[in-house]
């Protein structure tokens, strides 16, 4: 079942996420270099270092504890993922995916 969208550590109706999830965005295509898309997703299946996982947003990162804020499409073939950083100030560079990483996707409802 498919949750509301929301960029922890912000809940779905906190004015702040919006602003979070936006410079999320432009950090991925600062990193990346490529355009990113509407698409709000939740999860993904994947294989991550050697092993199939799933990483979820609002849910612990399974290779690294850290907990997941956002995952976003750029293009048709990359994926980033997100994660909390200690000093919420500070991003930290996010995992790249590639489309050949990932099984499937989960948006949010």
């Known amino acids: 079942m498919a949750r509301v969208f929301f960029v922890p550590p912000f809940a779905d109706s906190d004015p702040k996420a919006e602003p ?3 410079k999320l965005r432009d950090q991925a295509e600062h990193r ?3 355009v990113s898309r509407e698409r709000r997703i939740e999860g993904v299946d994947c294989r991550l270092r050697g092993r199939d996982c799933t ?3 609002g849910e612990p990162d399974p290779a690294n504890g ?3 804020a956002a995952i976003i499409q750029l293009g048709r073939d990359a994926y980033t993922v ?3 950083s200690a000093d919420p100030a500070q991003l930290s ?3 790249v995916l590639r489309q050949s990483e990932v099984y499937s996707i989960t948006d949010f409802g």
Do not use: E, I
Request: avoid cysteine; charged fraction near 15%; charge should be positive.
């Open 20 to 22: 979070a999830y936006r």
């Open 32 to 34: 990346m270099g490529a």
């Open 55 to 57: 990483l979820r947003v």
């Open 66 to 68: 850290q907990t997941v």
């Open 82 to 84: 997100h994660h909390l």
């Open 93 to 95: 560079d996010p995992l």
